[in-house]
């Protein structure tokens, strides 16, 4: 039986109690945007909100995190964390996110003194997450693994505390993870991507999508759909919106062709064989 959401956030609301002075790592997804309400009426002035924008960082979140800190009244600190300036990142490795983290924490250490806390949660310890190792690196506590809460019961609490088109945000990870590995993370190419989604959401919204991901692979650019939108989609179709989405990515070098494919969580990322 699934725990009220009044019970989850009671237990938060414990393990905040006891943190005292917080700094919240908000991204603008579900997950971090939840912790940061409960931390920001819990502990008030005690508690402050770091959000750090990249080109990877859609700027659709970064206008919800202030739009939620104009009306929540959050203490909010918007910083560039540096990680395009990291040639670790931008190589694009396997255990990217560690990079991305090790910077993301060091920036937001060197502006507080306060506990980190971030949005991870129960469900993401199933998945191999390199950025868990530079939290444990920079002393960064995961208030929902505490108290063993994940995905589903952050979107109850969400619903619980009002605020229902927060809990039904889809999963938006980071624009570089639409970057198959070993590939370079270049800027223009997440605005591409970012570009081309939006794109295609707006064109295929009478279809109602439930995911579209635009990805930067190898062999060229592939349009990943949610089954029952790629198969109402006609051969005629797909050559129109492909042949626009080729247009964003044009480097004024070998064309990169445009193919559809099933969506698949992360198939951009090249997992290696034995991940340390």
Known sequence: MTEPASLGAGALGAVLDGIGQAAVAVSGGVDSMTLALLAGRRLGRESAMFHAVSPAVPPEATERVRAFAAREGWRLTVLDAGEFDDPAYRA???????????????????????????????????????????????????????????????????ADLGFDDLSQLPAAPCLSSRVETGLRVEADDLASIHAAERYLARQLRPLRPETV??????????????????????????????????????????????????????SAFLRPAHPA
Do not use: Q
């Not at 920036?107 to 469900?123: E, F, I, K, Q, V």
């Not at 690196?137 to 929902?144: A, D, I, S």
């Not at 990943?224 to 051969?235: I, K, W």
């Open 92 to 158: 694009n490795p396997a255990n990217r996110c560690y990079y991305c983290k090790t910077n993301l924490y060091g920036a937001l250490a060197a502006s507080t003194d306060a506990t980190l806390l971030s949005g991870t949660n129960l469900d993401d310890l199933s998945d191999w997450r390199p950025g868990l190792k530079a939290a444990g690196e920079h002393g960064v506590r995961h208030p929902f693994v505490e108290t063993g809460i994940g995905k589903a019961g952050i979107r109850a609490i969400a």
């Open 213 to 266: 991901r635009c990805r930067r692979r190898r062999a060229g650019i592939v349009i990943e759909l949610d089954a029952p939108t790629l198969a109402a989609l006609s051969e005629s179709r797909r050559t129109a919106l492909g042949d626009t989405v080729a247009g964003m990515f044009d480097t004024g070098e070998d064309a990169r062709p445009v193919s559809f494919a099933p969506y698949r969580v992360g």
